[in-house]
């Protein structure tokens, strides 16, 4: 049979192509197969301090042991998490970015926040579960209110200056709000720790914010706290009430945490990563450092986690339609 120089030729190219697939194909096997071969670093969307900060930091420095490369955590705050966000959904989907991720930009953003630059659902998947905690009110120690009705009480005769670091806790103190007849007036940080000193400096007149990150301030005697959004009161706050206890039996607010990867991230990738923070949060260190903070594991493995998420999305919804909360 005679083969001319263009056969030959497209027949060297198709060769070349399908050789050049295959071993494109190897090396991204080979290279799934080990992972992690370099540094993976944490995204946070918050400032040092956070009980999510906190949890990052702790999963971290454990994954490290575990998967034999140095985990590190980078703090980008600012715009109610998008610019950690949008860092994160610009690195390639390889496992070496991971998104500390929270309630307020997973469920909250998308409902009060036109043009979002991200799909929480389609731009990133859930690696696990980490914590979650009730949120508490608190107010400086020489604040005129001493109860939750005392504050109550003053804000429906007028603004009272609120102090919040996230959509979702802005989000969960226009539900009390509503739901108190109260008139509260947002200003919003970009971490705890700035509210923190702020509400010791009685610029605010009080803040709602995580436990976790209060917990100490709280103990020491430096803030006063005047109620808590769990079901039942936090056992190392036993005299604090909830704020179901105040007659208000639907309000329930927990803020949670998890691990989350770009969307295209091989399956590979995530279950090793899955199998890292499974196993930490089944340890007895993990037990010890949520009890520490007052907070309660949420070792929701992938899937438990993706179901969590969407109906985290559509609580949050119930809440924003109830509350006349609208994209803006």
Known sequence: MRINRRTFVSATLAASVGT???????G????TANYPSQVIKIIVPFTPGS????????????????LGQSVIVENRPGANGVIAFQAVKSQPADGYTVLLASNSPMAVNP???KNLPYDPSKDFR???GLTRNMNVLVVANESPYKTFGDLVAAAHKQPLMMGTYSAGYELAGRWLADLTGSQFTNVAYKGQAQIMTDIMGKHLDFALVDLSGALNFITEGKL??????????NPELP???????????????????????????PDAIVNKLADAVGKISASDEAREHVRQRSAQLMA???QEMTRFHNAEIERFRKIAEKAGIKPQ
Do not use: C
């Open 20 to 26: 050049g697939a295959a071993f494109g194909m190897a």
């Open 28 to 31: 991204a096997h080979a290279e």
């Open 51 to 66: 009980g999510s900060d906190t949890s990052a930091r702790f999963f971290g420095e454990h994954m490290s042991r575990i």
């Open 111 to 113: 409902l009060v926040f």
């Open 126 to 128: 859930p690696v696990y």
């Open 224 to 233: 006063r706290a005047l109620a808590v959004s769990g079901e039942e009161r």
């Open 239 to 265: 005299n604090v009430p909830t704020v179901r206890e105040q007659g208000f039996k639907d309000y329930v607010q927990y803020s949670w945490v998890s691990f989350y990867v770009r969307a295209q991230t």
């Open 300 to 302: 929701y493995p992938p």
